[in-house]
């Protein structure tokens, strides 16, 4: 199995949750979603991400995926667990996602509206001690706090990475230049914007593609590793209508794009939880049937 350093500059493979006929959670079900990713080349999944609609789960739900994703898993291949929340929420999570086996956690950054960068620092070390240790991805979605503050958050002892996830490659460059080399910066933004984020020096993606195309995927990414950008342009350009989808109504169809194209493939995870949007609009299914039958996925 690769180190977590050589999975960080791979792509981190964000995993739905699905759920049953009731409602409930039903990680069985992301089995061939998962065994199909890792034959195609995924480098790291990811439990508890934001594809994986975090914010709708309970606590108790987020553990019980962290555990049973670990043991579809079955070792092989690293394992990235999210975590965030309130703070006994985070802590709660980094115990049993060491529990469950991961190989490092993912930290949300967090959505309270009075956040200071230097309570983030307090929250990242009360998190790894949860953890008794385990490796952390910082999960940049705000970049507003500025380079210094993220310097500081990266000075963290277990912070192996970043997940820049804000359309700024210039601020993430000065970020990068002001850490130690060591911390791997991972394009938080999936492929469309992974070659923008790899000419400032970040390496790997994250990926909601890898649920229902992960071939494509990792074709891009070994693209990106090659250097070949005008490979790797080309093969954005055939998979951005599925990005498009997700990215309509404030991101709200993200997971919903996700989830209606695996069900179009006979993979039923379920619908997406509100507050996100459910389901697609007859304009965006008609466009998700498309994107679906050109690139022959069902």
């Not at 309270?112 to 307090?122: I, N, Q, Y």
Request: charged letters at 15%; hydrophobic letters at 45%; one cysteine or more.
């Amino acid at each position: 199995m690769m180190t977590l350093d050589q999975a960080l500059t791979g792509i981190s493979g964000i995993l739905v949750t699905p759920y049953d006929d009731s409602g409930d959670i039903a990680p069985g079900r992301l089995a061939p979603i998962l065994d199909r990713a890792l034959a195609a080349g995924l480098h790291m999944p990811v439990v508890n991400g934001n594809t994986g609609e975090f914010y709708a789960l309970t606590t108790d739900e987020a553990c019980a995926m962290v555990q049973e994703v670990s043991g579809l898993l079955a070792g092989r291949a690293p394992l990235l667990a999210g975590v965030g929340r309130g703070l006994r929420d985070a802590q709660r999570l980094a115990r049993a996602s060491t529990d469950a086996g991961a190989t490092a956690l993912m930290v949300h950054q967090p959505p309270d509206p009075f956040v200071a960068p230097r309570g983030v620092v307090d929250y990242l070390k009360a998190v790894s001690d949860a953890s008794g240790g385990l490796p952390m991805m910082i999960y940049l979605r705000n970049d507003a706090i500025g380079t210094s503050a993220i310097a500081d958050l990266c000075a963290v002892p277990g912070v192996r990475g970043v997940k820049w996830a804000t359309p700024n490659p210039q601020k993430l460059a000065e970020a990068r230049a002001a850490c130690d080399p060591q911390i791997v910066w991972v394009g938080g933004l999936a492929e469309v914007w992974a070659p923008t984020f790899y000419a400032v020096g970040a390496r790997g993606f994250t990926s909601g593609l890898i649920n229902v195309w992960p071939e494509h995927s990792v074709a891009i990414h070994t693209a990106l590793e090659q250097g070949d950008y005008a490979a790797a342009n080309a093969l954005i350009d055939r998979m951005r209508v599925f990005e498009d989808i997700r990215a309509q109504e404030m991101n709200g169809t993200n997971v919903t794009g996700v989830k209606a194209a695996l069900m179009a493939q006979g993979l039923d995870c379920g619908p997406t939880r509100p507050p996100s949007a459910w389901p697609l609009t007859p304009a965006q299914q008609a466009m998700l049937d498309r994107f679906m039958a050109d690139n022959t996925l069902i």
